[in-house]
């Protein structure tokens, strides 16, 4: 049995930080990162069962074209992610009255929509990038058993290819859900790797006031590839939900909107259209799923 300091629960038995219970959401779950961007999704709904929020957590659930659905926000990072999907899967493979885990597990598809800078010069704002592998820089994900499913010979060629400092952790490397990336793909989608950033401004390579420990970290990673997979982007959360969705059983795919270019200086003129529209996008193919 789990004890309650393991699995908190809310006195309503919801879990602690999503404020959600079982019912309350659909096994097709859209990830965003910004609380505001959920309702632009679930504007499109024909109508909504279920709404909650609890910090930058906010959760919608409804139908969209006789799918149901639910939306939730994540908030930025890594360590967020951590929250969410080990709650969400709490939801659907711990029986929360007994605390155990159920026999039959269950697997959720999880598609983030999201937005990010591109790394690469030939991938213009306005674009669509589909994250083939998520390249975690974050450190989150080493707290878990993860020999089985990462990338050891990416992760290893990075790191030399970079001359990554080992006091800032190994990265790892894990691969999208082959299911959902078939389902989604398209023509007119950028595939390559993503590099997921433990902060905004150093470990991405900004510089304000502090000095960073490279400097020159964004152009190695411009230039890196493996099995002809650039790094086509950088944020903060894809490949922790690729880690921890890989490790728990459930799909998982990350679908960005490019609304800068980072090797290049330019940024969208139209941002949100770009998001409209991979909204639209997503829906449309989830949909279906």
Known sequence: MIAASELILNPDRSVYHLNLKPENIAHDIIFVGDPDRVEKITQLFDLIEFSTQKREFKTQTGIYKGKRLTVISTGIGA????IVLNELDALVNINLETRKIKEKLTSLNIVRIGTSGSLQVGIPVDSFVMSKIGLGLDNMLRSYQTDYITIPDLENAFIKHTNWDSDKGRPYAVACSEKLEKHFENPIIFKGITATAGGFYGPQGRILRLVIQDNNLNK????????????TNLEMETAAIYGLSALLGHHAISLNAIIANRTNGTFSSAPNLAIEKLIDYTLNKIRIL
């Open 79 to 82: 360590d967020n992610i951590d």
């Open 220 to 231: 190695k990673m411009d230039s890196f590839s493996y099995v002809e997979n650039n790094i």
